[in-house]
T-cell receptor, first 115, second 111 residues
Framework: ETGVTQTPRHLVMGMTNKKSLKCEQH?????MYWYKQSAKKPLELMFV???????ENNSVPSRFSPECPNSSHLFLHLHTLQPEDSALYLC??????????????FGPGTRLTVL | GQQLNQSPQSMFIQEGEDVSMNCTSS?????WLWYKQDPGEGPVLLIA?????ELTSNGRLTAQFGITRKDSFLNISASIPSDVGIYFC???????????FGQGTRLTINP
């Protein structure tokens, strides 16, 4: 596997379900990101992890819970979601050094539908 | 907060035509990036620009970093069917880990 991978690619869940999205980067990067992409809206940054510490939480509701167990893996745990949470969830990674961030590379995304 | 205005929002062109799109910002960026997103996929980096005035090419794609550092444009020459998709600009401050994205330009090509 190369680049940034995400699983599952598609997910349909009810509002009472609990599910997790997984992201894995094979680029040797030390920062990972979760974005939300809704129709007709710009990409919205949700969370940033740098050196396995969360450095950004962009006012995301608590029903989204990120986890970064190591520099290569990032999870997004979902519970009691709402239909308006249906979107494409994108993971990205980059290399951070000396306070400067290199270009972000994106995974293929997980298409989430909340019924 | 920082905002990017990307235009046009959509383009319908004939195969073989040249394409031009641009992004303007209310604030200065130190890096401009152009991504392309195919349906059901994540954005793929096309060109990265790191210096004001920089002009960079990637095959039929050419992008420039505006000298004011508040704008950038992307040109595609002699469009082909596989150019169809959504093109996003993104700006980044030096030292910042956040990208600010434009709304995207949806390119449709008639054969």
């Amino acid at each position: 596997e190369t680049g940034v991978t995400q699983t599952p690619r598609h997910l349909v869940m009810g509002m009472t379900n609990k599910k997790s999205l997984k992201c894995e980067q094979h680029l040797g990067h030390n920062a990972m990101y979760w974005y939300k992409q809704s129709a007709k809206k710009p990409l919205e940054l949700m969370f940033v992890y740098s050196l396995e510490e969360r450095v950004e939480n962009n006012s995301v509701p608590s029903r989204f819970s990120p986890e970064c167990p190591n520099s290569s893996h990032l999870f997004l745990h979902l519970h009691t979601l709402q239909p308006e949470d249906s979107a494409l969830y994108l993971c990205a990674s980059s290399q951070v050094h000396g306070g400067y961030t290199d270009t972000q590379y994106f995974g293929p995304g997980t298409r989430l539908t909340v019924l | 907060g920082q905002q990017l205005n990307q235009s046009p929002q959509s383009m319908f062109i004939q195969e073989g035509e040249d394409v031009s799109m641009n992004c303007t910002s209310s604030s200065i960026f130190n890096t401009w990036l152009w991504y392309k997103q195919d349906p059901g996929e994540g954005p793929v980096l096309l060109i990265a620009l790191y210096k004001a005035g920089e002009l960079t090419s990637n095959g039929r794609l050419t992008a420039q970093f505006g000298i004011t550092r508040k704008d950038s444009f992307l040109n595609i020459s002699a469009s082909i069917p596989s150019d169809v998709g959504i093109y996003f600009c993104a700006g980044q401050d030096q030292g910042a880990q956040k990208l600010v994205f434009g709304q995207g330009t949806r390119l449709t090509i008639n054969p």
